[in-house]
């Protein structure tokens, strides 16, 4: 179906000026798409700008916009090494357009939107390996090496962490990556070059994606999410990954590898080491450490970042703050840790996939599920639309009554109706989570929360073989220790 055919909605522009310069760049476009365009470019000075400069390409898409960026994908793969930097910014600023404009319409659903994005970062990634790593071959530096092996990273690879890795990716979005090597891929006397070879490349390719030009940049990219980013380089080895996170993986890093997906380089050799973490990751026994320590890590949060206290729109964090989006993740993800070890299907990376398998699972009710689904959602696109009025970095509503104004009108509602909206969300996620993590403690006397999970639940743990022994009760529960990973036996390395 057309663009036109599929519009659901209309931003009305904020300032009606800026969506007449806008719509007149497009004189031959008519009816809603000229609607949107007026729209989009009266709410937002990025979008505007992004249609200025893609003024001859943005027509083109609008009879089939999933294809257009099927081919501009496509022709991306076929650009050459010395023009990729200025190509992937192209393809950014075409693909944050049209994801843009299709996100204010209703034509793509969240879902889409965000896939969309993510999709495209996957590309960059690996195309930006794949040119980095490939330059280190033609120098002759990755030993044991040919061209044909910079398709596939040289044996790097680039983990997607985060809302990369679970394809929920934002228009403002750093993406996270930890970047590894199979170090089973080189003899052992050329080792130290392959090492000091693919950290130049891992460098290179976050330079090409994150630094700013002339034309824009790609992508904000975050290398510290790796094993004790301080002393580590950018790009290690599988295995001492694997040792540290047998050894010294916390929780919240568990957490992390939820989402984490093999993205870019060698896809393979990534997929066999999330494969060996799976023990790390998802434990058979069920772990009441992983509640208090979301928990915990949640106060911190909000503690560091100030959030405490009670909502208040101006200047409210939609991500971090109270009933924001950190706090679905967290119900969500805590939930997984828990019984995920046992429950293979429970496993999944995008949060709303998960809320629907937990309340299939029984593990949540079903109502709840969907509740908090709807308000994911709906807090996904409040923050793309803070993120769209100029490509900031950012989750905070507006101080300003202009600001939330602007935003409102993007998303074609008149202020006091998104505010009163705004409001009934965010306090309902925070007492519809909060009493999962602490059910016998309240930070505000006004508001006691609501435990929106099954008792019956909760009271066959006890029952669990892992729980039946005293001393075994007591190590989860009153003495404040924290459970260790289970690991397997060494087993003989299977990575070639």
Not at 114 to 129: K, R
Not at 347 to 359: E, I, P, S, Y
Not at 377 to 398: G, K, S
Not at 446 to 461: G, L, Q, V
């Amino acid at each position: 179906m057309t663009f036109a055919n599929r519009i659901t909605r209309l931003p009305r522009p904020f300032e009606p000026d800026r969506g007449r310069e806008t719509l007149a760049l497009f004189p031959d476009l008519s009816g809603e798409i000229a609607a949107v365009l007026e729209g989009a470019g009266g709410c937002s000075p990025y979008l505007k700008l992004l249609a200025e400069k893609e003024r001859d390409w943005l027509p083109t898409t609008f009879d089939d916009p999933e294809a257009a960026i099927k081919t501009l994908f496509s022709e991306l793969k076929t650009v050459a090494p010395d023009q990729m930097a200025s190509a992937l910014r192209m393809g950014k600023r075409r693909v944050a357009l049209l994801a843009g404009l299709a996100d204010l319409a209703g034509v793509w659903s969240l879902e889409e939107v965000t896939g969309t994005l993510s999709d495209f970062a996957d590309l960059a990634v690996h195309l930006a390996i794949q040119t980095c790593v490939g330059h280190e071959i033609r120098r002759g530096k990755l030993p044991g090496k040919t061209e044909e092996d910079a398709a596939t990273g040289g044996g790097l690879v680039a983990l997607a962490m985060g809302k990369m890795g679970a394809g929920e990716l934002n228009y403002s979005s750093d993406i996270d990556l930890i970047c590894l090597f199979d170090e089973t891929q080189f003899d052992r006397d050329d080792y130290h070059d392959a090492r000091a070879s693919l950290i130049r490349a891992t460098r290179k390719m976050s330079a090409m994606l994150n630094d700013q030009t002339g034309e824009g940049y790609v992508f904000r990219t975050d290398l510290r999410l790796r094993p004790d980013p301080s002393v580590t380089p950018v790009c290690m080895t599988m295995e001492a990954a694997e040792r540290y996170y047998e050894s010294l993986g916390r929780t919240w890093e568990r957490a992390a590898y939820i989402k984490a997906r093999s993205s870019a380089g060698d896809i393979d050799a990534g997929k066999r080491f999330l494969a060996e973490l799976r023990p790390f990751v998802w434990r058979r026994h069920l772990d009441f450490a992983a509640i208090q320590d979301a928990h915990d890590i949640r106060l911190r949060i909000r503690a560091h970042k100030g959030l405490g206290g009670p909502i208040t729109l101006p200047g409210h964090n939609m991500k971090l703050g109270r009933g924001g989006i950190r706090e679905i993740e967290f119900f969500t993800q805590t939930q997984q840790l828990i019984v995920g070890g046992r429950d293979p299907d429970l496993r999944l990376r995008g949060t709303v996939d998960a809320l629907a398998m937990l309340a299939k699972k029984k593990r949540i009710p079903t109502e709840l599920a969907k509740v908090l689904t709807d308000h994911y959602r709906f807090h996904r696109e409040v923050e793309h639309r803070l993120q769209m009025v100029a490509d900031a970095q950012t989750q905070t509503l507006p101080n300003s009554p202009e600001g939330l104004a602007r935003i409102a009108a993007m998303m074609g509602q008149e202020p006091d109706a998104l505010k009163a909206e705004l409001m009934t969300r965010l306090t309902e996620v925070h007492d519809r989570t909060e009493g999962f993590f602490a059910p016998d403690t309240t930070e505000s006397p006004a508001a006691e929360p609501k435990a929106d999970f099954d008792s019956t639940i909760t009271k066959r743990w006890r029952s669990y073989p892992a729980l039946r022994s005293r001393a075994r009760w007591k190590s989860l529960t009153g003495s404040g220790r924290k459970s260790s990973a289970v690991w397997p036996k060494p087993r003989a390395r299977t990575r070639r």
